[in-house]
Nanobody
């Protein structure tokens, strides 16, 4: 069964940048869509970015000009580059592999992204 370990460091001020990493264990990573979700305080978890094995990306509309998802299949890892951060980006960011019906693996701990003045 897949296991996901997310990481990313620090409090970020509005306008700043942050790069999140996701290590994937126990799964064939290269053939599956990679996704990042965000759970903001008091809100439902939502899909913010996805990347297919063929390189096709999709982003949540409010973030699509500021976030960039990437993957390294040889290392079984993915990243999420976040630029021009806004307070609304605050939340716990979680990665997963995505199937036709939704996330495939159990959720990891996620990594906290606090964007504050």
């Amino acid at each position: 069964q897949a296991r996901f370990v997310e990481s990313g460091v620090g409090v970020v001020q509005p306008g700043g940048s942050l790069r999140l990493s996701c290590d994937v264990f126990g799964s064939i990573f290269s053939a599956v869509v990679m996704v990042w979700y965000r759970q903001a305080p008091g809100k439902e978890r939502e899909l913010v970015a996805s990347l297919s094995p063929g390189g096709r990306t999709n982003y949540l509309e409010p973030v699509k000009e500021r976030l960039s998802i990437s993957r390294d299949d040889a290392k079984n890892m993915a990243s999420l580059q976040m630029n021009m951060l806004e307070p609304e980006d605050t939340g716990v960011y979680l990665c997963n592999l995505q199937g036709c019906l939704g996330p495939l693996g159990p959720w990891g701990q996620g990594t906290q992204v606090p964007v504050s003045v």
